[in-house]
C-alpha cells in the first residue's frame, strides 16, 4: 500500500517545517489529492493516523481537499472531466491529443500548528 509511504513523506515534511518553526504540536494537515493521484482517502487517513503516531503531528487531522480531474484537447481547446478511468478522447471532436490540467495533485497546502500561527498556507502550483 503506497498510501503508507505517502503518509509517512507528509509526516516528515510537516515534522521539519515544525521543527523549523519551533512548533511542538500539529493540529491539521492539509493536503490536495488529486482524483488521478491513485491515492484511496480512506486508506490514506488510516496510514496518517499511524504515521503521526509518537510524533509531533500525533492526533493531528488530515483534511484531505479532492481535485477533479480537468483535461483539454489540444486541437480545439474544449475542457472536460475526463473520469475515472480518464477518458483522453475529446467529446467535442474526437481528438486523442488530451492535456491533462488538473487531478494529479498530491501536496500539502496548509499546516495548522497548535502553538503558532492559526494557519500557515502553502500557495504553490504543482
Given at each position: 500500500?503506497?498510501?503508507?509511504?505517502?503518509?509517512?513523506?507528509?509526516?516528515?515534511q510537516v515534522e521539519e517545517a515544525a521543527r523549523a518553526a519551533?512548533?511542538?504540536?500539529?493540529?491539521?494537515?492539509?493536503?490536495?489529492?488529486?482524483?488521478?493521484?491513485?491515492?484511496?482517502?480512506?486508506?490514506l487517513a488510516f496510514c496518517f493516523e499511524l504515521a503521526c503516531s509518537g510524533s509531533v503531528l500525533e492526533g493531528a487531522?488530515?483534511?484531505?481537499?479532492?481535485?477533479?480531474?480537468?483535461?483539454?484537447?489540444?486541437?480545439?481547446?474544449?475542457?472536460?472531466?475526463?473520469?475515472?478511468?480518464?477518458?483522453?478522447?475529446?467529446?467535442?471532436?474526437?481528438?486523442?491529443?488530451?492535456?491533462?490540467?488538473?487531478?494529479?495533485?498530491?501536496?500539502?497546502?496548509?499546516?495548522?500548528?497548535?502553538?503558532?500561527?492559526?494557519?500557515?498556507?502553502?500557495?504553490?502550483?504543482?
Open positions: 500500500m503506497h498510501e503508507m509511504s505517502i503518509a509517512m513523506a507528509v509526516v516528515e519551533g512548533v511542538t504540536a500539529v493540529e491539521a494537515v492539509h493536503l490536495q489529492v488529486g482524483q488521478l493521484a491513485g491515492v484511496v482517502p480512506e486508506a487531522e488530515l483534511v484531505a481537499e479532492p481535485v477533479e480531474a480537468r483535461a483539454r484537447c489540444a486541437p480545439c481547446a474544449v475542457e472536460w472531466p475526463p473520469g475515472m478511468p480518464p477518458d483522453l478522447v475529446c467529446p467535442q471532436c474526437g481528438g486523442a491529443r488530451a492535456e491533462l490540467l488538473a487531478g494529479r495533485e498530491l501536496q500539502i497546502t496548509g499546516v495548522r500548528w497548535a502553538d503558532g500561527p492559526a494557519l500557515a498556507r502553502a500557495h504553490q502550483e504543482g
